[in-house]
Nanobody, 125 residues
Framework: QVQLIESGGGLVQAGDSLRLSCAASGRTFSSYAMGWFRQAPGKEREFVARISRNGGSTIYADSVKGRFTISRHNDKNTVHLQMSSLKPEDTAVYYC??????????????????WGPGTQVTVSQ
């Protein structure tokens, strides 16, 4: 059982940077791969980034590759998303999620076991 809370969202201008954080409860954080997803109004939740249990492997959506960086600190039960060169189309509620499974398709929302309530990121033109 994991409880997740995101923080760090806000209002920024295009081209700015923002760092999101996700704090997890419990003692099993390192047993989960962690992902970031986002959802804009009227759109489905979409995959943004994922990091493996030990932080040794990351994957990114093409839309954010080269601009966003996911990281984790298992000793502090946190995962982060460093967002750079932000664009208006990055505007969304950002969610962190925990995945206990291994293998298979890792970019779909349905495979993740736990979700935070989300944090709003708004990028103005």
């Amino acid at each position: 059982q994991v409880q997740l809370i995101e923080s760090g969202g806000g209002l920024v201008q295009a081209g700015d940077s923002l760092r999101l954080s996700c704090a997890a409860s419990g003692r099993t954080f390192s047993s989960y791969a962690m992902g970031w997803f986002r959802q804009a109004p009227g759109k489905e939740r979409e995959f943004v980034a994922r990091i493996s249990r030990n932080g040794g492997s990351t994957i990114y959506a093409d839309s954010v590759k080269g601009r966003f960086t996911i990281s984790r600190h298992n000793d502090k039960n946190t995962v982060h998303l460093q967002m750079s060169s932000l664009k208006p189309e990055d505007t969304a509620v950002y969610y962190c999620a925990a995945d206990s499974r291994t293998g298979g398709i890792v970019t779909t929302t349905r495979r993740y076991d736990y979700w935070g309530p989300g944090t709003q990121v708004t990028v103005s033109q």
